[in-house]
């Protein structure tokens, strides 16, 4: 049996409810079935995912994991299973348009130095609104979904190199996920798109936005809380602490102190908060582990081939708008 040319990945916790939503959409998908295939990691989940799945979808393989492992686990246990030359990762809490895979794959190997093709991700239940049009990376370290909120009346219907794509719906050619190392499993959950963006640009992989890969997304349906907040306060820090060439944090240490210093003041003020406070624990764990990034980083450094002007020029200046 031939490999098909994509694989979709989809990591699941406990989510049949949303499964029972996501998979028709693939099933409706305007791409040839023997193009693709669909892959759902469980990550030990109790509530019956694996064998809804088995019973009502026989064409989607099901990886199952013993332990519940994490979102950044269950991605990677569904790329090595993965026969497709192209890896996509969509989220659970996603419905995807018919013509969503094709264009997503198809635009992807049509631009040969891209390593990533990000979606045209909309709002669930306001389907005329934005959640992303592709990651960009502020000179602050934080980084931001573009036409996050904006309402989609096709400013951002044009393909165009963006910094990075968002993993919930992001298709990776596998010759550069591997070359990157594909999602760093130290990171556990959230931001792990973004530290990969970064290693593929350093590596001279470009990441390019399909705008008729539409797909609808239950925003936070599968996180969010104290968990992400933890994780995102933390990971942050280590996502700038390993990819940052030496001389972008010379030249925009102000901007990257200044915005962790706004983030923990912002949580200080509303400390009564438990998200809050998850992510004043996630920024002083981030600092902590500082040292213990610094092998990560040189092996991060001393891999970049591509010349500061380019990673320089892809970087923009703080907005009000954010991920």
Known sequence: MPAPVA??????????????????ALQRQTWPAERFETIVVDDASSDGSASFVAEN???????QLARNSGFIAACNAGVEAARGQVLVLLNNDTEAEPGWL???????????????AASKMLLFDQRDHLHT?????????????????????GQYDSQQQVFGACGGA???????????????????MYMEDVDLAWRLQLLGWEAVYIPEAR????????????????????NTILVIARNWPGALLRR????LVAAQVRIAVDALRNWRGAAARARLRGQLTGLIR???????RQRIQAARSVPMQRITALLIEPTDQAG
């Open 7 to 24: 694989s979709v990945i989809i990591p699941n916790y406990n989510g049949k409810h949303l499964l029972a939503g996501c998979l028709p």
């Open 133 to 153: 049009t592709g990651d960009m990376m502020g000179v602050d370290g934080i980084p931001r979904n573009r036409g996050v909120w904006e309402r989609d009346d």
């Open 170 to 188: 992001a298709a990776y050619r596998r010759e550069a996920w591997q070359q990157a190392g594909g999602f760093d499993p130290s990171l556990f």
């Open 57 to 63: 979808f026989p064409d989607v393989r099901v990886v």
């Open 252 to 255: 925009h240490w102000r901007a």
């Open 102 to 116: 094709q264009a997503l794959v198809e635009g992807l190997l049509a631009h040969p130095a891209a390593g990533s």
């Open 215 to 234: 797909v609808y997304h239950k925003v936070s349906a599968t996180g969010g809380g104290g968990l992400a907040s933890y994780y995102v306060g933390r």
């Open 290 to 296: 500082l040292p213990a990034e610094r092998k990560s």
